[in-house]
């Protein structure tokens, strides 16, 4: 089983950036999905990005063209860039992945809060 670990976010003015990285505990190179979702107070847990084995990206219309998913297999780390923060991105930000072998395999991390002040 993948444990994923969360980092990098924090409180950020509106305009402003940040980076995420999600560790995974073993390599991730056989991992088929890596992805980033979201979670606002009194909301359901939204996808933010995703990016494949083979390196295709895929966002939902509120975050593209700001945010931007990576994965480096070397380092067993996958990170979310976030460009043009506004407050409606504040939330628990999930690192997941999605692997498959004879049957799917999803693991979640503990998340980290992304704040965006106005």
């Known amino acids: 089983q993948v444990q994923l670990v969360e980092s990098g976010g924090g409180l950020v003015q509106a305009g402003g950036s940040l980076r995420l990285s999600c560790a995974a505990s073993?390599?991730?190179?056989?991992?088929?999905?890596m992805g980033w979702y979201r979670q606002a107070p009194g909301k359901q847990r939204e996808l933010v990005a995703t990016i494949s084995s083979g390196g295709s990206t895929n966002y939902p219309d509120s975050v593209k063209g700001r945010f931007t998913i990576s994965r480096d297999n070397a380092k067993n780390t996958a990170y979310l860039q976030m460009n043009s923060l506004k407050p409606e991105d504040t939330a628990v930000y999930y690192c997941?992945?999605?692997?498959?072998?004879?049957?799917?395999?999803?693991?979640w991390g503990q998340g980290t809060q992304v704040t965006v002040s106005s």
């Open positions: 997941n992945s999605q692997k498959y072998s004879g049957s799917w395999s999803i693991n």
């Open positions: 073993g390599s991730i190179f056989s991992i088929n999905v």
